[in-house]
């Protein structure tokens, strides 16, 4: 089989189509047939250098985190699931055993980790992370669900979205940004997202933004927010200077919920204003395999349609993380092996 492996850690030039042997499945594991697997910017940070998970010694190294396909095969003691089932992969990786893990939610597990390995024409995963794609949904639009849905839907829930309230995206046009947008809507609330690109912006317009703002200087988007409203919460993937703005902007007793280092890893608070307007700050990592249930019911269901910014053969991978680069990409971008 054929796999986009990373060579180098390089950017996008790094990337090389290898042969590998196809992957056969141990007992509880099965064998998927790769449809579509989006790509995220945490493959875009292995990539370059700047992964704490992966590096040099692990190369060449098939990222990919969020496969869907057909089932290929089964390993032994596998149940639920069989060949020709169309799926898609709940990519989390837990210990099932620490005290995180029992009491919930799964995602807090001390030894968290991610699959990696969908940039290829088969993967090899655990069955049990496995969840059905239902008739109406299209594979290409569930291969978007898994890290960036979910981590949007898990935030936008830690943050205790209502139906009426101002949801603000700094950043709203990638993948996490975009998912945050549309899941909010799902709730009823009300939404601010920014882009720096007036043409991305009105992509973001069609999909039901309220309140577009053409910026990527934090404090002109601080300002600007101010016009419309304090919002009730602030999902924040960019982090650096991006983070004491919009916490300034936010109503008393909001809450900012941070995923991502996107601008930077290291931002500023101001401190008076967090206590004495009663401010949250919530850190938040992926999600549950049950969050990713549910937003596939609900994407096959209609509630919102996964937003795909572009599909790219397993030869183009390179041209897609180029894209998610030069910031010209728009949602998820999806490889197709
Ligand atoms: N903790 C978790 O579980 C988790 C899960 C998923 C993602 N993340 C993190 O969340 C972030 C977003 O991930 P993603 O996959 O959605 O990335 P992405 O698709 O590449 O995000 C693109 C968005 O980021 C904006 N952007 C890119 N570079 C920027 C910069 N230097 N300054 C300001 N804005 C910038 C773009 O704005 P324009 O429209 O202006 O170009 C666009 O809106 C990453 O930091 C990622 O590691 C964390
Ligand atoms: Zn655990």
Redesign the pocket.
């Known amino acids: 089989m054929r796999v986009a492996a990373f060579t180098e850690l390089v950017g996008p030039d790094g990337v090389t189509i290898r042969e590998r042997d196809d992957p056969q499945p141990d007992a509880g594991e099965a064998v998927i047939d790769v449809e579509a697997c989006s790509?995220?910017?945490?493959d875009?940070?292995i990539l370059e250098g700047d992964s704490a998970m992966v590096d040099e010694d692990v190369l060449p190294f098939v990222s990919g985190l969020d496969p869907a396909g057909t089932v290929r095969s089964v390993g032994k003691d596998v149940s639920g699931i069989a060949p020709g089932d169309r799926v898609v992969l709940c990519p989390n990786q837990t210990c099932g055993a620490c005290e995180y893990c029992r009491e919930g939610p799964e995602?807090h597990c001390i030894e968290f980790g991610l699959y990696h390995g969908g940039l290829a024409e088969r993967a090899r995963v655990d069955a049990t992370r496995l969840v059905a794609i239902p008739k109406s949904l299209p594979v290409r639009a569930a291969a978007a669900l898994p890290?960036?849905y979910v981590?949007a839907w898990r935030m936008l829930r830690r943050a205790n979205v209502a139906p009426g309230d101002l949801v603000f995206v700094?950043?709203?046009?990638?993948?996490?940004?975009v998912?945050t947008v549309q899941l909010a809507d799902v709730l009823n609330a009300e939404t601010i997202a920014?882009?720096?690109?007036a043409k991305?912006?009105e992509r973001l317009s069609d999909l039901g933004v309220d309140h577009p703002i053409e910026s990527?200087d934090p404090e002109t988007l601080a300002a600007s927010v101010r016009e419309i409203g304090r919002p009730d919460t602030v999902i924040n993937?960019?982090?650096?200077p991006?983070t004491k703005p919009a916490l300034n902007a936010m109503a008393r007793g909001g809450r900012m919920v941070i995923?991502?280092?996107?601008?930077g890893t290291v931002s500023q608070l101001d401190v008076p204003d967090l206590f004495l307007g009663h401010k949250h700050v919530i850190g938040?990592?992926?999600?549950t395999q049950g969050d990713l249930r549910r937003l596939v019911d609900l994407a096959a269901k209609g509630a919102y349609e996964p937003a795909l910014g572009g599909t790219y053969d397993l030869e183009s991978t390179a041209e897609a993380f180029a894209d998610?680069q030069r910031?010209e990409?728009f949602?998820?971008?999806i490889i197709e092996p």
């Open positions: 790509i995220n910017r945490h875009l940070w995602n890290t960036a981590t700094p950043g709203a046009t990638g993948g996490v940004g998912a920014t882009s720096r690109s991305k912006l990527d993937h960019l982090g650096g991006f995923c991502g280092r996107t601008a938040s990592t992926m999600g998610m910031r990409a949602g998820k971008l």
